[in-house]
């Protein structure tokens, strides 16, 4: 079988699922049973994401596809930030 990847809007969705069915009386087995997971998944879902809205897991994403960018413009100018001063050194 297929691994199947959820989007964080939908983990967002299927754990206030989960919240409803809990609210409702079932068990925590039965209410992720329902929604299609195993227990694992549930969990690190709720690791992840629990109590974030989608607004805020949009916003994560975006932070975390702009950050390797930044990550990789951090040494270079770290180096040419030494090579300046090396060579400013010398002038006064």
Not at 51 to 70: F, M
């Amino acid at each position: 079988m297929p691994e199947k990847r959820y989007k964080p809007e939908e983990i967002v969705a299927k754990l206030r699922q989960v919240d409803v069915h809990l609210s409702q009386g079932s068990s925590v087995a039965d209410a992720i049973r329902k929604i299609g997971v195993s227990e694992v998944t549930y969990y690190r879902w709720r690791q992840e994401f629990g109590g974030l809205k989608i607004s805020q897991i949009k916003r994560l994403k975006e932070l975390e596809a702009e950050n390797p960018p930044l990550r990789r413009a951090v040494p270079d100018l770290t180096l040419d930030k030494v090579i300046l001063q090396k060579a400013a050194w010398g002038n006064f």
